[in-house]
């Protein structure tokens, strides 16, 4: 049975920065793609950021965001402790959202992930 449980969400000021963290259970780590998306409320859910699973590629991991998030968000992974993260630094109160973490059976992270975790909140304050 395949687990996701995100940690790390809470309150920031805008311009602060947090860190998602993924703890994966119950499947081959690095054979998934791993991915963030997030959904306001309101909102549909959007894409965030996603990183390859392992060994794809000889020039290492791919990783991919979404244009809102690019250069200020980073995904990373370590299939040694099968956890992956989100660094998001110079947040906005429009952010404000529950971050869901991903996992898909495939390379790379498709547009609708077999897998989903629980949810983290997270509300940056203007």
């Known amino acids: 049975q395949v687990q996701l449980v995100e940690s790390g969400g809470g309150l920031v000021q805008a311009g602060g920065s947090l860190r998602l963290s993924c703890a994966a259970s119950?499947?081959?780590?690095?054979?998934?793609?791993m991915g963030w998306f997030r959904q306001a409320p309101g909102k549909e859910r959007e894409f965030v950021a996603s990183i390859s699973a392992s060994g794809i590629s000889a020039s290492g991991l791919s990783t991919f965001y979404g244009d809102s998030v690019n250069g200020r968000f980073t995904i990373s992974r370590d299939n040694t402790k099968k956890m992956v993260y989100l660094q998001m630094n110079s947040l906005k109160p429009e952010e404000t959202a529950v971050y869901y973490c991903?996992?898909?059976?495939?390379?790379?992270?498709?547009?609708?992930?077999?897998?989903w975790g629980q949810g983290t909140q997270v509300t940056v304050s203007s």
């Open positions: 991903t996992a898909d059976p495939r390379p790379y992270m498709s547009s609708r992930p077999r897998y």
């Open positions: 119950g499947l081959t780590f690095s054979g998934y793609a």
